[in-house]
């Protein structure tokens, strides 16, 4: 036979001229057996294919000639080769001779032509093929499989749409490919899709969603860019569908919000916008806890949007879902404590927010309130720096007598004692200087007619106790300046150190304050407010000669013309030879000064025991270096 010697004794032979004889004498019988070529292909095409691989780059070009001249003939009867033909092409176009590349030009043309007009082409079959090439980063071949998906995708009877999460991420690929005319190819080939996907409600797009994500993370900006368009199609035409892919979905969304490029920032916000109001509105189940995984760890996000924007979906889901919310508290809440810390007013903010929201509920609020002690106690720097930030904040979102009664009722059981006199001092200088607060200090100024303010008055005065500063101050604030009087007596008889000093000092820089106006303008009516004049006088010689105490001098001495109501004795010699006073018919001052003494009795008795453990330490270091004294004089020679 014919075919069988030209194959065997030419197109396998191990000369060259042989091999290029064989070829075109395939080529030839191809031609020559027109209608009835179909028979004969698979003895035809197997040695043609074989020697696109050939050492001879001539030998490489008849036989992509032979092919060429063959599939003219045999039309779509070559397609049960095709996938041998098409990985013949890859080769080809990746060969260093032209002549074989634009041979394999001709051929590929040809070929999509054959493509093009048959019914017959199992698409099932090459997409395996493809998605392995399509991983290939020759730049030849990239321009081959662009051409040939854009081929198939034009053909009505080829449903490549079905198929494309095969070779998707590939063709994302190509978006960040050096080659210009291949970036452009690939994105013309990836918005013809999209715009086919729009148009076909029934298709599948979870499959996709996984390499939307993968591409976002791509480091090439117009690659992220184009995955993020995909992303916010997909949601739009999706919607609930979609809601097992929220959390991956939102993890990369998260991250590209904190962009580099603007334009990539601007289309993370909207489609993060369209995740929010997706899940807002659904009423269909779906993973809060893998959701909740992803938003924590974006808390600790280094860019400031991402980290916004993970708060703002916390917040949205507890007010959502509360109740399944809470049952994550345990492992959120350390996180949004961590928050606290954060550098940027606007985290910190919103964090309290999130915050506040737990707090609605009447089981979470003490809970709340006492985790946020613990960690003003365990991180002192947070207290110093945001102390003020957070409880103003709270205050304002909650409610500021709540706010304070729980914190009075916490600090109270503290068995910190230090610390607790800080956290006082902190929340007293909060109360008396923040413009947040206006109403808990409009309510402790009535404490001597209401009964609302006089519980409160007391319940914040018996955690105030760990600070004398702190209850003179509040004693002023609430206008019981009989106590106030009472409390300078037993000030002056506790050890006066300079912290303390430093807290009188700012005090009377508070009462030259707008906060203390009403004080001020009492002291014009001594006969009215004797105490006052006494609780002030009292305070002034307490002070050392300093620029708090002039200031102080000055203000008394503004009114000293007036005349100073003489009112004999002590406040505490009065309230022991009257009984128990009760101003007002509610507070008993001589019950609440006892509270005070032995608040403070606590505090002196904690100094004594720490100087003490500092004097027994002291003295065994003393005692060791004396022994190492002692025994290294023992070794010196007589």
């Known amino acids: 036979m014919i075919i069988n010697v030209l194959v065997n004794e030419y197109a396998y032979s191990t000369q060259a001229n042989s091999r290029k004889g064989g070829l075109i004498g395939l080529a030839a019988t191809a031609i020559a057996l027109m209608d009835d070529i179909s028979g004969y292909l698979r003895l035809l095409l197997p040695p043609v294919l074989k020697c696109f ?7 490489r070009y008849y036989a992509c000639e032979a092919l060429y001249n063959i599939t003219k003939v045999a039309r779509g009867s070559v397609l049960i080769f095709f996938n041998e033909i098409f990985d013949g092409l890859c080769k080809l176009f990746m060969d260093l001779d032209m002549d074989v590349k634009n041979g394999a030009q001709l051929l590929d043309r040809l070929t999509k032509d054959v493509v093009a007009e048959t019914e017959t082409f199992n698409v099932d079959k090459f997409i395996p093929l493809l998605r392995e090439r399509i991983r290939v980063k020759d730049p030849f071949i990239r321009q081959l499989i662009v051409g040939w998906i854009t081929v198939l995708d034009s053909v009505p009877d080829i449903d490549i749409l079905s198929h494309l999460p095969e070779f998707l991420g590939g063709l994302f690929d190509m978006l960040s490919d050096v080659n210009k005319d291949i970036r452009q190819q690939a994105y013309s080939a990836l ?41 916010y199609e997909f949601i739009e035409l999706g919607k609930i569908k979609l809601l097992p892919f929220l959390a991956n979905m939102l993890g990369v969304v998260l991250l590209c919000i904190s962009d580099e490029e603007e334009e990539i920032r601007l289309k993370a916000n909207v489609t993060n916008k369209q995740l929010l109001r997706l899940v807002e509105s659904t009423q269909e189940k779906f993973s809060i806890k893998a959701l909740l995984n992803k938003i924590m760890n974006h808390l ?172 003179f101050s509040l004693c002023l604030l609430a206008q019981v300046y009989e106590l106030a009087s009472a409390l300078v007596q037993h000030m002056a008889e506790t050890e006066v150190t300079v912290g303390f000093l430093m807290q009188v000092d700012k005090l009377v820089q508070l009462i030259e304050s707008p906060i203390f106006i009403h004080l001020r303008l009492q002291l014009l009516e001594p006969h009215r407010f004797p105490f006052l004049l006494k609780s002030l006088y009292g305070l002034l010689m307490l002070l050392p000669q300093s620029s708090a105490f002039a200031c102080l001098k000055n203000r008394l001495d503004s009114v000293s013309t007036l005349g100073i109501l003489n009112t004999g004795g002590t406040a505490d010699s009065k309230i022991a030879s009257k009984g128990p006073k009760k101003i007002g018919t509610e507070i008993d001052v001589k019950l609440i000064l006892q509270q005070f003494r032995e608040m403070q009795l606590k505090h002196s008795e904690r100094r004594r025991h720490v100087f003490k453990q500092h004097s027994l330490r002291r003295r065994q270091r003393d005692e060791k270096k004396s022994s190492k004294y002692q025994k290294s004089e023992s070794k010196k020679p007589g």
């Open 53 to 59: 691989e050939d050492q001879q780059s001539r030998v």
């Open 191 to 231: 918005q013809e899709f999209l715009h086919e996907i729009k148009d076909n409600v029934k298709l599948d797009l979870g499959p996709m969603v996984g390499i939307l994500v993968k591409q976002c993370e791509m480091k090439d900006q117009f690659t992220r860019l184009t995955a993020l368009c995909w992303m």
């Open 300 to 471: 600790v996000n280094k860019y400031v949007p991402t980290r916004l924007a993970s708060l703002q979906w916390i917040s949205m889901m507890l007010a959502k879902k509360p109740d399944t919310m809470f049952k994550h508290l345990p492992k959120l809440f350390p996180c949004l404590l961590d928050t606290l810390s954060d550098p940027d007013d606007k985290v910190v903010r919103l964090d309290l927010k999130v915050l506040a929201r737990i707090c609605i509920n009447k089981e979470h609020f003490d809970i709340v309130l006492n985790n946020l002690i613990n960690r003003f106690k365990c991180d002192r720097k947070l207290l110093e720096t945001r102390g003020s930030l957070i409880v103003r904040q709270l205050s304002v979102l909650l409610d500021g007598e709540s706010i304070y009664r729980a914190f009075a009722s916490i600090l109270l059981k503290e068995v910190d004692l230090e610390f607790a006199s800080l956290m006082v001092q902190t929340l007293n200088l909060i109360l008396l200087t923040s413009s947040e607060l206006f109403e808990l200090r409009g309510l402790l100024k009535n404490s001597l007619t209401s009964k609302q303010s006089r519980e409160l008055f007391i319940q914040i005065y018996q955690a105030w106790s760990h600070n004398a500063v702190s209850t």
